[in-house]
């Protein structure tokens, strides 16, 4: 089993920057593909970005050339560098895990908020 705590969110003007962090607890961070997803009032939760265990990385098109994603393995996190944010950002933004090498393994962090104000 995985846990996942994010932290990093906040209210931040437009144009502003944030950066989220994604702690996973346990031994096989190294082999997870993390990845960010957000879900904004009354829309079904999409993916941002990942970022798999051979540090692919993949992005919305929404994002591209503002969000960073990027993983140390060493410290079991995955940060996501949000730049040059818009009030459309906005949402609640969730960590999860999962593995090609784990059946059935799909892990979700609890959650944080980021506010993006015009």
């Known amino acids: 089993q995985v846990q996942l705590v994010e932290s990093g969110g906040g209210l931040v003007q437009a144009g502003g920057s944030l950066r989220l962090s994604c702690v996973a607890s346990?031994?096989?961070?190294?082999?997870?593909?993390m990845a960010w997803y957000r879900q904004a009032p009354g829309n079904e939760r999409e993916l941002v970005t990942s970022?798999?265990?051979?540090?692919?990385?993949n992005y919305a098109d929404s994002v591209k050339g503002r969000f960073a994603i990027s993983r140390d393995n060493a410290k079991n996190t995955v940060y996501l560098q949000m730049n040059s944010l818009k009030p459309e950002d906005t949402a609640v933004y969730y960590c999860?895990?999962?593995?090609?090498?784990?059946?059935?393994?799909?892990?979700w962090g609890q959650g944080t908020q980021v506010t993006v104000s015009s």
């Open positions: 346990g031994s096989i961070f190294s082999i997870l593909t």
């Open positions: 999860n895990a999962h593995s090609p090498f784990i059946p059935g393994s799909d892990y």
């Open positions: 970022i798999t265990s051979g540090s692919r990385m």
